[in-house]
């Protein structure tokens, strides 16, 4: 994590976002999705995290880490070189690949290499490394950490049985393809101070009927709250090709909000909805109806850092520009005041 961290994520902080999410952040070296991802695998990468998370507590936000493990899409292109498997061109820039590893020794789709199948020592080793991770984000001062078990990436890998065809314990049925997230949940948890709020990301269908379904989800979202878990991340899709790709979920706005609803008022536990929610109407419309308890914002807030300051004076809030930060409030809120095209905002009322 360098200054186009610091940056990147602080303006987010700067704009009013209640928490700032850090990008997925790998539990083990060659758990990168690419060679442009960080890592909280080994005690020298606290202090740029630490840069992070305290900048953004000193701004407003919520400092929070997504800890994950690429599995089989480890060692990918960055995703402005074409987001597949590693080429030519990637190589001469002298991003070298290295093995992914999996449930079962199924890749990707064609052309994608072929993941070692992970032992049980292996696994052992994997929870060992979610558990240093999960206290080195501690020490670095976040206050929430979310374990990514969605698109595609190592957990949902085994959770899905298209990916998992394993025939042992981490294998077979729903609750042995369940049991890898089920104990780097448990074991996160156990080192996450229990004031501190534990998040599990999950892609909450595949997206095609032989896949991971939402009525898998709800069972997972059980069990997850029964291990400490307290909000589920609802996305979806991403067990084949890119991370975003959809399958045959038609993508329309708050396309994924049903995922959220389903878990939220089934199994009672609280959710986040993602996905195409980009106005403030829509977003206030989704919590006031009581279909997810958060709203993440994502490409949209990449458009607009300061969205969530935006959406409040859109929905009758911060008139007087109060909760922007003050170094640049006071001049905006006289900025508008003497505008000739000054309309005053919506009353809160």
Aim: with cysteine; net charge negative.
């Amino acid at each position: 994590m360098d200054d186009w961290h610091l940056v990147h994520l602080g303006r987010f902080a700067i704009g009013g976002a209640g928490i700032v999410f850090t990008e997925a952040t790998a539990v083990q070296k060659n758990g990168r999705i690419t060679h442009g991802c960080p890592g909280l695998w080994t005690d020298s990468q606290i202090p740029g995290h630490a840069r992070v998370a305290q900048f953004a507590l000193r701004n407003g936000a919520i400092p929070a880490i997504q800890l994950g493990h690429a599995g089989r899409k480890a060692g990918m292109q960055r995703p402005w070189f074409g987001n597949g498997p590693l080429n030519d061109a990637d190589l001469a820039r002298g991003d070298m690949p290295w093995d992914p590893v999996g449930p079962s020794a199924i890749p990707v789709a064609d052309g994608w290499p072929v993941p070692h199948v992970m032992t049980v020592a292996d696994i052992e080793t994997l929870l060992a490394d979610y558990v240093s991770a999960a206290q080195r984000a501690l020490e670095a001062g976040y206050k929430v950490a979310e374990i990514h078990g969605a698109h595609g990436y190592l957990v949902h890998s085994f959770l899905s049985p298209l990916s998992n065809k394993r025939t042992d314990r981490y294998g077979g049925d729903l609750h042995g393809r369940m049991r890898l997230a089920l104990e780097i949940a448990q074991a996160v948890r156990a080192v996450w101070p229990e004031d501190l709020p534990l998040f599990f990301r999950t892609s909450a269908v595949d997206g095609t009927p032989e896949g991971w379904s939402l009525d898998d989800t709800v069972v997972l979202a059980r069990e997850l709250h029964q291990r400490g878990v307290d909000v589920m991340d609802c996305s979806s899709s991403g067990i084949a090709g890119a991370a975003t790709a959809s399958g045959t979920v038609k993508r329309q706005p708050g396309f994924q909000v049903p995922y959220a609803d389903r878990v939220r008022n089934e199994v009672g536990m609280p959710t986040m909805a993602v996905g195409l929610i980009t106005h403030p109407v829509q977003a206030e419309a989704i919590l006031s109806e009581e279909r997810a308890d958060l709203i993440a914002i994502g490409r949209e807030a990449l458009v607009n850092p300061m969205w969530a300051l935006h959406a409040a004076r859109d929905l009758g809030h911060n008139a007087d520009y109060a909760a922007w930060p003050e170094q640049s409030g006071w001049w905006l809120a006289g900025r508008e005041r003497t505008s000739e095209f000054y309309i005053p905002p919506a009353s809160s009322g």
